[in-house]
């Protein structure tokens, strides 16, 4: 169940749910969110009711997801789930970052969709529309609540996180291993410093995340590292993926996986904009490339080779005898976070 925490503020005996928050902000905009409360982040964040916490998803390695969040204060300028915030008719730009929905009952409901004798413990995706250890997860602790009662459940489930808070949770993360199966995917697609400042402003240090990569592995958690996405123009040189692999290596990573870039809907329109304001010379190049929503599958192949081989060179290709995440096949439209367990 939730832990006793205090509430942010007070919405009285039931907070609103995502579609009554919708509707809010479609007449009035984020202004009328009168309630969501500023913190020292400068983001707003709205308690809100969920009505269900499993997701179901076609198409993918995974069955489900859950996201106790939506929005994230990691406000990468490439992450696909900014198109989504367009469901609670908010735009994919600032807001994505600047006002988080927190869905305050998730775990009671997730408790009680896994009790259902009709859940068969299928693959549960944690993070996949926005990051389940963003900073407020320090006073929430909702994504904690979600992996122990997945583990009591005995789901197995794959995690997605720029968080290095993720190693608060390796007892139960280790719980979750030992019910079903855990594997935790921390997101460094590079430890360019340049690229990380410009393309991930509120993340942490790519260093400390590969540093929690340790920690897990040392722990017992299956941890490894996807380089995903790879950046054209900005982390795709030969020289930044080889840093970046040897990195990961040194870290103890039990698998690397990588994926491209890939821009859709409202992602691209933010993407596009966020160029053409500070890399005036690049939008050009990078609209090339990104005819669709795809860059060529010759470039993506090249990319994904590179890193294959440099796998090889740093011995990240046999550690253990989890593999490291698949990407799905060519024909599909996977996320950017694609990978199996």
Not at 89 to 96: P, T
Not at 124 to 136: E, K, M, N, S
Not at 312 to 331: H, W
Request: charged share 25%; hydrophobic share 35%; aromatic share 8%.
């Amino acid at each position: 169940m939730v832990p006793d925490i205090p509430l942010l503020f007070d919405l009285g005996p039931s907070k609103p749910t995502t579609r009554e928050i919708a509707n809010l902000v479609k007449e009035g905009g984020t202004a009328a969110l009168s309630e969501a409360e500023r913190r020292a982040d400068k983001a707003r964040y709205q308690e809100v009711t969920c009505r269900s916490a499993l997701n179901r998803v076609e198409g993918m390695a995974f069955s489900w997801t859950v996201n106790p969040y939506r929005g994230c204060t990691h406000g990468c300028h490439y992450c696909f789930a900014r198109r989504y915030h367009v469901q609670f008719e908010m735009n994919a730009d600032d807001e994505f970052a600047s006002v988080i929905l927190v869905k305050r009952n998730f775990v009671e409901v997730l408790e009680r969709e896994l009790d259902r004798p009709t859940w068969q413990r299928e693959q549960v995706a944690l993070g996949t529309a926005t990051d389940p250890y963003q900073p407020i997860e320090g006073h929430y602790r909702l994504t904690r609540a979600t992996i122990a009662a997945l583990a009591r459940a005995r789901t197995p489930t794959g995690l997605v996180t720029k968080g290095p808070m993720v190693v608060r949770d390796r007892d139960v993360l280790l719980d979750l291993t030992r019910a079903a199966q855990c594997t935790v995917c921390m997101s460094v697609p590079t430890v360019d410093e340049d690229a990380w400042r410009t393309l991930e402003p509120g993340t942490a240090h790519p260093m400390q995340r590969l540093r929690a990569v340790r920690e897990l592995v040392d722990a017992g958690v299956n941890a490894g590292v996807l380089m995903a996405p790879i950046v054209p123009g900005f982390s795709s040189s030969r020289a930044k993926i080889e840093r970046t692999v040897r990195a990961i290596a040194d870290h103890g990573a039990r698998f690397v996986g990588c994926n491209v870039m890939y821009l859709q809907d409202g992602t691209r329109t933010h993407c596009m904009g966020f160029l053409e304001r500070e890399f005036t010379a690049m939008r050009p190049r990078l609209e090339r490339l990104y005819s669709r929503k795809y860059p060529p599958d010759s470039y993506r192949e090249q990319i994904r080779g590179l890193v294959r081989a440099l796998q090889e060179r740093y011995g990240l290709g046999n550690r253990g005898s989890d593999e490291a995440p698949q990407q799905p096949p060519p024909s599909r439209d996977p996320e950017q976070v694609g990978f199996a367990w």
